[in-house]
């Protein structure tokens, strides 16, 4: 019996069923990313409660909560320089029901200080760029510094001898005094301290001279009450609650970029669909004045970028992290 008339009906079929399987699985996948989501989204955290991280990230959810019509649910995952909670992101199911916050420490520091790291800058899904904290360089004004051209020369003048606190490792306050000493050839020690508040207690007793803080909170405070003396901010223009100081452009350093920032990222294999409307949301919530100034009274300026543009900013700051990071031989454990 000649069964080649029989087979060919069957193959046929099962050649439509599997173009019908794959059109529908195809026109499914916008649905679903159009219903998303269906369920609290949980955004990772990887510092304490009440820290800027934290405190932009509460801003921000507050919003997107109301945009998606879900809770926006943030867990804070401390330690390990933030690796811990970044696991955490990429450990959970890549679904779109897990966000991290990112900073200097995981966009462009840590692949240069831990070699091990068990994830890589293409491990994520680069959603939105959040802000930008623009750092201030403070002196102790016992020493008479009013600008900044009076410091770096008082500076040289006393190489070797010139101390300044970081409130830790590879922060973004270490890196840029790093750049500012390497630029201008000062020799000054740096000194590493658990956090901002100590390094700016220090510096307003005179133990150390000079320090990079952010341009609100605990250190505007000191500064307000003339305890330390803004000579220059990190922001590319004037600061508008700092008009009178000027930026590191304006007295002639731009060699280094070191204003500290705040962006939001995914597991890689999210849905592109789901980041995409992610993205979209939380740039209309920078784009909203009150959400301006909220982020503004805590010292961030809010800077929405397309995720292409936030990516390409990403790698080509983490390249000059880690070309300076390799000059200045910065490890975690030591200067």
């Not at 304490?48 to 990230?57: E, H, Q, R, V, Y």
């Not at 006393?158 to 270490?174: E, F, L, R, S």
């Not at 590319?236 to 002639?252: C, F, I, N, Y």
């Not at 390409?312 to 031989?329: N, P, Y």
């Amino acid at each position: 019996m000649d069964t080649t008339q029989k087979k060919a009906p069957s193959q046929a079929r099962r050649s439509c069923l599997l173009a019908f399987g794959a059109l529908a699985a195809a026109s499914a996948l916008p649905a679903r990313a159009q219903d998303y989501p269906t369920r609290p989204i949980r955004w990772i955290v990887p510092y304490a409660p009440g820290a800027t991280t934290d405190n932009i990230a509460r801003i921000i959810a507050e919003y997107l909560s109301e945009a998606v019509e879900q809770p926006i649910i943030v867990d804070n995952r401390t330690g390990g320089a933030s690796t811990i909670g970044i696991r955490g992101l990429l450990n959970a199911p890549s679904d779109g029901y897990t966000l991290a916050l990112a900073d200097d420490a995981t966009l462009y520091n840590n692949w240069h200080l831990f070699p091990e790291l068990p994830y890589s800058q293409d491990s994520f899904a680069y959603v939105a760029m959040l802000g930008r904290s623009p750092l201030v360089l403070f002196v102790d004004p016992s020493n008479g510094l009013k600008t900044f051209d009076e410091f770096i020369q008082w500076a040289k003048a006393n190489t070797g001898k010139v101390n300044y606190a970081t409130p830790g490792i590879a922060t973004p306050h270490h890196l840029g005094m790093a750049a500012l000493d390497e630029h201008f050839q000062l020799d000054m020690q740096s000194i590493h301290y658990k956090g901002s508040a100590a390094a700016i207690t220090d510096t307003i007793a005179g133990r150390v001279q000079v320090l990079l803080a952010g341009s609100s909170g605990f250190a505007m405070q000191h500064a307000n009450e003339g305890r330390i003396a803004p000579l220059a901010v990190s922001s590319p223009e004037r600061l508008a609650w700092m008009p009178t100081v000027p930026s590191l452009k304006e007295v002639g350093f731009d060699s280094f970029d070191m204003t500290a920032d705040l962006g939001v990222i995914m597991h890689k294999d999210t849905p592109t669909e789901i980041t995409q409307r992610l993205g979209r949301e939380i740039n209309a919530i920078l784009e909203r004045p009150e959400v301006r100034e909220r982020l503004q009274n805590i010292g961030v300026l809010s800077t929405p970028l397309s995720q292409a543009d936030f990516e390409a900013h990403v790698r080509t700051r983490s390249a000059a992290a880690g070309d300076l990071i390799r000059r200045a031989k910065i490890q975690l454990g030591n200067s």
